[in-house]
């Protein structure tokens, strides 16, 4: 994964960070055994992922690759493995 950007955009920082203070919010409140903010906690946890998928489709999302990095991706994941080629 460290060859792509593979999160490494708005919409998927912000979706994460809203996404974890939902969990510390429903963890905190489970332990408190307090439903209701458990309840809240997931509801923020749930915000999370609309907001990222609603950055995403504002255009601050990954962007999608084209057919030739594709391509190209593919050719570089069929190259001959390093070993075989030194046992050579």
């Given amino acids: ?3 792509s950007s593979h999160g ?3 919409a998927a920082w912000t979706g994460v960070t809203i996404t974890f203070i939902g969990f510390c919010i429903s963890g ?3 332990v408190l055994a307090n439903p209701l903010g458990f309840w809240a906690g997931i509801v923020v946890i749930l915000l999370g992922g609309v907001v990222g ?3 995403k489709a504002a255009g ?3 962007p999608k690759e084209s057919e030739e990095a ?3 991706r593919e050719e ?3 190259a001959q493995p390093l ?3 030194q046992a050579h």
Avoid: D, E, K
């Fill in 1 to 3: 994964m460290a060859g």
């Fill in 8 to 10: 490494h955009n708005p």
């Fill in 28 to 30: 905190a409140f489970t």
């Fill in 53 to 55: 998928l609603a950055m």
């Fill in 60 to 62: 601050l999302g990954a």
């Fill in 70 to 72: 594709r391509r190209a």
């Fill in 76 to 78: 570089a994941g069929r």
């Fill in 83 to 85: 070993s075989q080629i």
